[in-house]
């Protein structure tokens, strides 16, 4: 069991809009805080990403809606998928797919991950702590190693692909390059797009199994292109336009010999 003190609520909520709520976990480390992006819309929800399974989510995020709710992975690292298996619809890129079909890992031992993960973090300023928890959610934490059950998808995303709200929809943008199946969900309407771990206002990690700097610079370029008006990411404060353009040019000019 975990020695920490017991943090209740887990989940924190923060209304963003009208339609659009954020629940995330204050009390877990910056590179393993997911946020979870609960969007209303007038058929049907949309939750983008279920955070590491610490706690049960769906409560936090699930209206009484005849269209129901469907839960997107913006990929399947363990901090962005653990409460998948919560939720009846769950969608995912076709190349990460496979990864929902079988038991994941929450890691939160910084002894697990490499220099590829904390290196990043510790070069920008981060403390990178003996947990990545800060305390424990009621009930407590037997290990710093849980598994997080298989989630199958009920539907597979390819770039193009469009998830229909009712009065709103997302188009599907396959950014590769953190990882392979890496997708943002874009309204062009609006401006908004949901940037999982692609981008976000913070050490981003393109050094894991899985990633592919030419893939990335490619993913930056299409990113630094699009007429955002806010970016809410996987992880760290949303952000405008402008921001997103010096976030992307900065990646650029790094790896774009
Ligand atoms: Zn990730
Ligand atoms: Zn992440």
Redesign the pocket.
């Known amino acids: 069991m975990i020695d920490l003190p017991v943090a209740s609520p887990w989940f924190v909520q923060v209304r963003v809009s009208d339609t659009l709520t954020l629940v995330t976990e204050p009390h877990v480390h910056p590179l393993l805080r997911c946020n979870v992006w609960h969007v209303q819309g007038r058929d049907r929800d949309l939750v983008v990403d279920t955070a590491l399974g610490l706690r049960p989510l769906r409560q936090f995020v699930e209206r009484e809606l005849d269209g129901g709710l469907l839960a997107v992975a913006?990929?399947t690292?363990g901090?962005?998928v653990g409460g998948m298996h919560e939720f009846a619809e769950r969608a995912v890129h076709r190349a990460e797919a496979h990864a929902l079909d079988r038991a994941g890992l929450a890691v939160l031992d910084p002894g697990v991950f490499g220099e590829e993960v904390l290196g990043p973090y510790r070069d920008a300023g981060y403390d990178i702590p003996a947990l990545l928890v800060d305390a424990v959610p009621a009930g407590g934490l037997d290990a710093a190693l849980l598994e997080i059950a298989p989630a199958p998808a009920t539907r597979v995303l390819d770039d193009g692909d469009v998830i229909d709200l009712g009065d709103r929809a997302f188009e599907v943008l396959h950014l590769p390059g953190?990882?392979p199946g890496?997708i943002g969900l874009w309204e062009a309407a609006s401006g908004i797009l949901f940037s999982?771990?692609a981008v976000y206002d913070g050490p981003l990690?393109d050094e894991?199994e899985g990633s592919d700097v030419v893939a990335y610079v490619a993913s930056m370029r299409r990113l630094r292109d699009l007429p955002v008006t806010v970016v809410h990411g996987?992880h760290e404060p949303s952000f405008g336009r402008e921001r997103l353009v010096a976030i992307c040019t900065e990646y650029l000019d790094r790896h774009d010999a």
């Open positions: 913006t990929h690292h901090d962005h953190h990882s890496s999982g771990d990690l894991l996987g």
